[in-house]
């Protein structure tokens, strides 16, 4: 079976689509084509990557997604998987082609679009617009993807007649990945280290997390990842807190997990947004399987979920933060038995390997209809 994964937002490298997904595609026997940004094609770890040129601002973006489209037509392949909203227009187009779609929900964009304070008031009316768009790729695409169980309510309430075409294929860890990654060398053993990896946006709390590091001694933030805009990174390296930053910036996903096996405690503190009340958050697995005790926003869903590994902040109140940093490094004993926990309960409930099996079943189903 063919298959064609799409993006024109995330890196070619991107964890869930590249790493999760396509290798562990090619390795059960598919032949897998990306259709993503890069600067020429190149076979990687078995997938044949299309390169599509890099566009930095929206308007690129739409209009680099035609582009998109016809390579990715002229692949003729089975099924065609669409990773980023705005695929949606040519996801309609493929299906006007014949071809055989399928939308991956990494998350729900109706809540995002609403989220973003920045648009004022018509960010309503873009949601509502965005809403329609998605209601007829429901109805229209071969399968739907859902990264998330907390999901399940929105789409139950909006497409409940349409329920047979989703599956939750969940964002969790490569275990084999992370068990075969060694450890980033020649670490001082005496200074205590946090880590965060993602996204680097006001939402997810990094100010807070910075302010929080004024005044511990012997203490570094291990930061990976991009910086949503050049204002919010100015304003973090501004906090007194910086100077205990190692920024290492934007890094393959086997780099990510060498520098999580030489941290201490894993940060997780999303803003309370409807969006991430409900979300699964990755980089909490990951964290797990490198055998981390983590700090985490107080969700009530989070609460319940990671009890046994993790202790929880309000993510807007950098004393509550320092707090709990103090309270595991202080406690070595508290410190290892949240990790081993961590360890135990994403080896025996969260594993990729395990929701890989969902994604080959539901490419089978539609390839037999």
């Known amino acids: 079976m063919v298959i064609c994964q799409i993006t024109t937002v995330h890196n070619r490298f991107d964890d869930r689509i590249f790493y999760k997904q396509c290798v562990s595609l090619v390795d059960k026997g598919f032949k897998v084509y990306l259709v993503a940004n890069a600067q020429k094609n190149a076979i990687e770890n078995g997938v044949e990557i299309i390169p599509l040129s890099e566009k930095k601002n929206r308007i690129g ?87 998330e169980d907390g999901y399940g309510d929105y789409i139950k309430k909006s497409y409940n007649q349409y329920i047979s075409k989703f599956q939750y294929v969940r964002n969790f860890p490569v275990l084999s990945i992370i068990n075969n990654t060694i450890a980033n060398e020649n ?18 709390g990094i100010y807070e997390l910075i302010e929080a590091l004024i005044d511990i001694d012997n203490i570094e933030l291990i930061l990976l990842g991009p910086w949503e805009i050049e204002a919010y990174e100015e304003k973090c390296r501004s906090s007194v807190g910086f100077n205990k930053v190692n920024y290492i ?76 940093i103090l309270t595991i490094k202080n406690d070595q004993l508290l410190k290892k038995k949240l990790g081993e926990n961590s360890f135990t309960i994403v080896n025996e409930l969260y594993s990729w390997e395990s929701e890989s099996l969902k994604l080959e079943g539901l490419y089978n189903k539609i390839y037999a209809n």
């Open 249 to 324: 910036g934007v890094v393959k996903m086997v780099e990510v997990y060498s520098y999580m096996k030489i941290a201490d405690v894993g940060i997780a503190t999303l803003y309370p947004k409807e969006n991430y009340l409900t979300s699964l958050p990755v980089k909490a697995f990951e964290y797990m399987a490198c055998g981390l005790p983590i700090i985490m926003s107080n969700f009530d869903l989070w609460q319940k979920m990671f009890s046994q590994c993790a202790l929880f902040v309000d993510p807007k109140d950098s004393t509550d933060i320092k707090d709990k």
């Open 187 to 204: 670490q001082d053993i005496n200074t205590f280290r946090l880590i965060y990896a993602g996204g680097l946006t006001e939402i997810r």
């Open 61 to 147: 973006r739409f209009f680099n997604m035609f582009s998109a489209f016809i390579k990715a037509l002229k692949i003729q392949a089975d099924i065609y998987h669409l990773h980023d909203p705005e695929l949606l227009i040519i996801g309609f187009l493929l299906k006007f082609a014949g071809k055989k779609v399928v939308f991956d929900f990494h998350e729900l964009v109706y809540f995002q679009i609403k989220d973003k304070e920045w648009l004022g008031k018509s960010r309503f009316f873009i949601a509502s617009f965005y809403k329609l768009i998605e209601s007829f790729a429901v109805k229209l695409f071969d399968g739907l993807i859902l990264a």
